[in-house]
């Protein structure tokens, strides 16, 4: 995220992205070989050098990363993967449709979300980029029963 706030900025150190995004140096080392690995981000050699992300923040979608850092987008496996259990497996096939609609669905959001949403103003999200209004809700008050002291 911080690679992506700072774009036009130039390269950022590890310590400095890790401090922001609370990441152990490590950890983060290893993300950013991955993105490198990938040409999603470079890095910068010298006193002023560090990592940058190679393509505007608008041209990279989350599923790129996700794919990238994590394999497939849905915890339920690949799609493939799905679409056979439904043919094969008749007792359970509801159950892998759903889970294909839920991957489905999962797919759809991050293919359609960049990292440029994702710094642009806060706030909860409609489908196609659309900002939408926090709904108020009322408090429910639920009627609870004390028991003690009653013999």
Do not use: C
């Amino acid at each position: 995220m911080m690679l992506a706030r700072h774009h036009h900025q130039g390269a950022i150190k590890i310590r400095e992205v890790a401090y922001e995004e609370n990441l152990p140096e490590k950890f983060l080392e290893l993300i950013l070989l991955e993105l490198k690995n990938a040409r999603m981000v470079e890095s910068v050699r010298g006193a002023k050098g560090g990592y940058q992300l190679r393509r505007d923040p608008a041209d990279i979608r989350l599923s790129e990363i996700m794919r990238l850092i994590d394999g497939p987008l849905a915890p339920f496996g690949d799609a493939e993967q799905l679409r056979i259990l439904i043919d094969r497996d008749l007792p359970h096939r509801a159950l892998y449709q759903l889970f294909l609609d839920v991957r489905d669905a999962a797919a759809n959001i991050l293919e359609n979300t960049t990292l440029a949403d994702l710094i642009a103003e806060p706030g909860p999200r409609a489908s196609k980029g659309k900002r939408v209004a926090k709904k108020k809700e009322k408090a429910a008050v639920v009627p609870m029963l004390v028991a003690g002291g009653q013999k």
